[in-house]
């Protein structure tokens, strides 16, 4: 397809593959297809080009206008790099030596999967089903379900750990919660006709490197020149997002409830909320009694009355009215005038009298104490910007606040309210299913006899049925992370299967904590856990709190680790399987069913020597410990076939399109009359937007969300902030990096990044005798790593942001050394004590802790410019020299 001349390429067809069908065959007698890549969620369509000897010669862009990112290269040559590279896991390792020992030898695909499978089954037969930990890394393969449907036939209670704890997933729950789908994504499909976009704590540029498909098609600043509407920018580092933008407030990390909560309150005093959907559409007119806060069940009010039903107070019949949530209308004929606001004596069925107020008043009246001039104090922004922020929100509509990692997740004690925060704020203002707004999806056409008209769900595959009542009680967390537990499952599960026709997916809502799977393995409590696999997962990169990470990891019976690489975690397993490449692999995803079409791929290029997708290691164990009968498909391919074919397409005719799609993106989909002849609403238990959530109130927790200090902050912990003055930062995203990916030298990725970069004020750094690129300690009350310095004037003062997960391939991977995963990695300094975790999902801090930072160096280097010559007249100079290294480098 290319000819390489020096360092550029020429092609030598000058017309566009996207022209040509798949599968085409050039006058090289290259063969193309057109595959999807697996680098990030996007999931950008390309087209791969491999020769007569069936070696990768190039891969390219769907078109001209695209780009491939930073990862792929412009010509591919990233990946392809990636793809041969020679310290790709190629064949099953087996550990031969100690723990740790780095001693292996290669054996076959099916041996490795017999000894797995045995092993797995003796365990199970000791300790139970449960015994068995999956943890998952960074979304790389579309085989989700393949993983969840061997757990759930083994009698697993789905023990997963996973970064979507911090990251997504537990957002995506919330929102199912309170709209029935999962509305958090970087850009909606109409993001550019926002009138506002908010980007908070999100950096899209980073999300999916420098060119990322996303920013560029739906919000990028070409766009804006068509739709010159509002973009406010949220975040302490003034990103390239945030030159662009009409407005940046550079937050003190981790305070970012406080604003959202100003924000809900400035929009209700003021009156900037849609009545009109406030009324019809959401839960804000519910009544809920005064003294215990609950809301009130039509079954408290009348004999006969459901547990399921709610009440309002309507004005046109001057009296209470039941709310029928399974036909999503009144109790009544005619018109209804629910009231938005007032107090009302109620009379209960038992002859209690009770004062009852609406959801609205509620929340307005919680909201009340978040004024502006707290929430300047709190977060470090100007009145004035704070003001200029909710108006630009709340009245340059439609608006869209995208998701990010900064605005929500990562939060700890405050994560899960604020996701509750966002999404009220969604619901304040109208923003939800509009064009311009916050997106909310549906799987496909459901006739009227119940016929389903799109593909399966990733959900379908799973098999939840499976999981008995017994199985699910033994979840790690069941009782304390409810939100994240089957018992928050179950009821979100109930409202998607009436709304929908197909189960909600397990992925990623029940996912426990990882502290709670460490714990199960050093202290054997609430049960013994002694197996793990760590797929496509680097835990002892991205986990908190590194060091008890690698004790748990080192007490295992049983660690397997599927791979491309050796990693950290990999070095101290007992077998590594090869993984194959999203080149290797056909793909059809619904993204973790979290949108309504599906994605896909071809697989370009045969698995090279033993690796194989991760459908085979699923399947092959499955096959091994009695589940013959529930995988039918012998092959992906043939899963993937099988899935499309309720679609009414075929394999080979889905491939040539790349995806599938229902139809194109419409609004207003909750005012529609669904299949069963009833209007939709939304996939809630009440069939409205709930602001005030009935299954977060069931879970027996607050619904109302409330400002927390964080752990560790200069307020919570003043003696602290003494000796750790910094506020540090360690979970943003640095393309081409992506967590603890794109390390390995050789790939062309490393190269961008060679060493770890810490940001940190100009200022900050002189006052500290930082200069820039210099090597620098992080510390905080857990440990130390290092990493660059970097100095920025565009970062608020006293705040470190440092990058995270990080490792050295190139070290050795036998103990000390361990690939260096203790050298740099920030999850040495973060946190996972349980009171520091958020009580409704399980997320831990990475925004906002306590640190130092101070230089890497031997005390010669700085002294000889400020000491005077004295000490080396009137003292001992070897006295004075080690007396200034100690001082400089804070020992005692």
Not at 115 to 128: A, C, F, M, Q, V
Not at 185 to 209: D, K, M
Not at 522 to 530: C, N, Q, R
Not at 874 to 890: I, R, S, V, Y
């Amino acid at each position: 397809m290319a000819e390489k001349k020096g360092e550029e390429y020429s092609g030598k067809n000058v017309k566009r593959l996207d022209q040509y069908p798949n599968n085409y065959i050039d006058e090289d007698g290259t063969r193309w297809r057109k595959g999807r890549c697996f680098f990030c969620s996007v999931h950008c369509l390309l087209y791969g080009g491999v020769d007569k000897n069936g070696k990768l010669t190039e891969i390219i862009p769907l078109d001209e206008q695209s780009k491939h990112c930073y990862r792929m290269g412009e010509h591919g040559e990233k990946f392809i790099k990636f793809h041969y590279h020679p310290a790709r896991i190629n064949r099953p390792l087996k550990r031969i030596g100690e723990r740790g020992e780095d001693k292996w030898e290669e054996i076959s695909y099916d041996q490795a999967l017999d000894e797995i499978s045995t092993k797995l089954k003796e365990l199970r037969d000791e300790y139970g089903p449960e015994t068995l930990v999956i943890a998952e890394g960074t979304y790389r393969s579309d085989h989700l379900w393949a993983r969840t449907r061997f757990t759930n036939l083994f009698g697993n209670p789905s023990n997963i750990i996973d970064p979507g704890t911090i990251c997504w997933c537990w957002t995506y729950t919330l929102n199912m919660s309170m709209v029935g789908w999962p509305i958090e994504c970087s850009v909606p499909p109409w993001g550019a006709e926002a009138g506002s976009s908010i980007l908070w704590g999100v950096r899209p540029y980073e999300n999916g490197g420098e060119f990322s498909g996303i920013w560029r098609t739906m919000s990028a600043p070409v766009k804006r020149k068509e739709n010159p509407g509002n973009m406010v920018v949220i975040d302490p580092l003034c990103t390239e997002e945030a030159k662009e933008s009409s407005l940046w407030l550079p937050i003190i990390p981790g305070t970012d409830l406080a604003l959202q909560l100003t924000w809900i309150n400035y929009i209700i005093e003021n009156k900037l909320y849609d009545e009109e959907f406030l009324k019809y559409w959401s839960n804000a007119v519910f009544l809920i009694r005064k003294d215990i806060k609950k809301l009130v069940r039509l079954s408290e009010i009348e004999e006969g009355g459901l547990d399921e039903d709610f009440v309002v107070w309507d004005a046109k019949r001057d009296g209470l009215l039941g709310w029928c949530s399974d036909e999503n209308r009144y109790y009544a004929d005619g018109e209804v005038d629910a009231q938005l606001s007032g107090e009302f004596e109620i009379t209960f069925k038992n002859g209690e009298t009770v004062t009852c107020i609406t959801a609205f008043d509620e929340l307005a009246d919680r909201m009340s104490q978040y004024t502006v001039e707290w929430a300047s104090g709190v977060t470090g922004l100007t009145e004035t910007k704070i003001v200029q922020s909710v108006t630009a929100y709340a009245t340059g509509g439609p608006a869209y606040i995208g998701w990010g990692l900064g605005s929500a997740d990562q939060h700890g004690p405050n994560g899960a309210n604020s996701g509750i925060a966002k999404t009220m704020l969604r619901i304040l203002t109208g923003n939800i299913d509009v064009r311009g707004g916050e997106y909310i999806g549906f799987p496909g056409i459901i006739d009227a006899d119940g016929e389903k008209r799109f593909p399966l769900r990733d959900s379908e595959f799973e098999l939840s049925e499976m999981v008995t009542p017994e199985a699910r009680a033994k979840f790690l967390g069941n009782d304390e992370y409810r939100l994240m537990s089957w018992k928050g499952f179950e009821p979100i599960d109930k409202c998607f299967r009436k709304m929908f026709g197909v189960p909600r997916p397990m992925l990623h809502q029940l996912l426990v904590t990882p502290p709670k799977a460490w714990d199960a393995i050093l202290t054997g409590e609430p049960y013994p856990v002694k197996a793990l696999i760590a797929w496509s997962s680097n835990p002892l990169a991205w986990a908190p709190n590194t060091k008890h990470v690698y004790k748990a990891l080192k007490a295992l019976d049983l660690l397997v680790v599927v791979d491309y690489w050796k990693t950290p975690t990999a070095a101290l397993a007992d077998y590594i399987m090869p993984a194959a490449d999203s080149l290797e692999r056909p793909m059809a995803t619904t993204i973790e069913d979290a949108y309504d079409i599906v994605l896909i791929g071809d697989k370009i290029i045969e698995p090279e020597y033993e690796r194989h997708v991760d459908y085979d290691f699923w399947r092959g164990l499955g096959l091994r410990c009695g589940q013959e009968e529930y995988w039918p498909w012998e092959t992906y391919e043939d899963a993937v076939a099988h899935r499309l074919a309720r679609g009414g397409v075929s394999y080979e005719e889905a491939m040539e399109e790349g995806a599938w799609v229902n139809s194109n993106p419409t609004p207003y989909k909750h005012a529609e009359v669904g299949h069963n002849g009833q209007i939709k609403g939304f996939a809630t238990p009440s069939r409205k937007a709930e602001i005030f959530s009935s299954i977060i109130q069931d879970l027996d927790y607050d619904p109302i969300p409330e400002y927390k200090e964080l752990p560790e902050t200069p307020v919570s912990q003043p003696e602290l902030a003494k000796e750790y003055p910094f506020r540090l930062v360690t979970g943003g995203r640095w393309s081409p990096m992506h967590h603890s990916e794109f390390r390995v030298p050789g790939c062309g990725t490393r190269g961008v990044w060679p060493n770890p970069i810490v940001q940190l004020h100009v200022s900050d750094g002189r006052n500290l005798g930082i200069r820039d690129g210099d090597w620098v300690w992080i510390e905080t009350k857990r440990g130390r790593i290092k990493q660059v310095a970097k100095l920025e004037w565009g970062i608020v003062r006293g705040v470190v942001i440092c990058q995270p997960s990080w490792w050295y391939p190139e070290q050795p991977a036998e103990e000390p050394w361990s690939l260096g995963v203790f050298d740099s990695n920030a999850n040495v300094l973060t946190d996972d004590a349980y009171e520091t975790l958020d009580p409704k999902t399980g997320q831990w801090v990475t925004r906002g802790m306590l640190c130092k930072i101070y230089p890497v160096t031997d005390g010669t280097d700085r002294a000889d410019l400020v000491e005077s010559i004295e000490p080396f007249v009137n003292e001992d100079p070897k006295g004075f020299w080690n007396n200034t290294f100690n001082k400089l480098n804070h020992k005692a």
